[in-house]
């Protein structure tokens, strides 16, 4: 099995499992976690990136309500196979920021002015 995408950074300042959950949807979308991939058990993974199990479980959970992974019982946890996950997760936060900057009454070219400057300086 090939070394997994996503690492840790004890100094950043999201928290262990922030990190991992952004790194998994990254590395989907990125294409290097692949649908119906197989990803390693919460245990392994907290020994291989050196963090809590429960960090991991937590990470995992928040992904698996998203869509992005799924778990089949005792056959472990795979890469969702609905190729769509990650851009619905997209679309459900880019409605929820219309609706946020609606209520504020903010122009249209503020919101996407201010969306633009959040992902330069966003890790």
Do not use: K, N
């Not at 999201?14 to 991939?37: K, M, N, S, W």
């Not at 291989?48 to 995992?60: C, K, N, W």
């Amino acid at each position: 099995m090939a070394p997994f995408p996503v690492r840790i950074d004890p100094s950043a300042p999201a928290p262990p499992f922030e990190q991992l959950r952004a790194g998994v949807l990254a590395a989907i979308a990125g294409g290097e976690l692949t649908a119906g991939e197989r990803l390693p058990t919460v245990r392994a993974l907290a020994a291989d990136l050196d963090i809590a199990p429960g960090t991991v479980a937590r990470a995992y959970r928040e992904l698996e309500a998203v869509g992005a992974i799924e778990t089949r019982g005792r056959h472990g946890t795979f890469v969702s196979l609905d190729h769509d996950a990650v851009r619905r997760q997209a679309q459900r936060a880019a409605g929820a920021f219309a609706a946020e900057v609606r209520a504020l009454s903010i122009a249209d070219d503020d919101a996407v002015s201010l969306v633009r400057a959040a992902l330069r300086t966003s890790p």
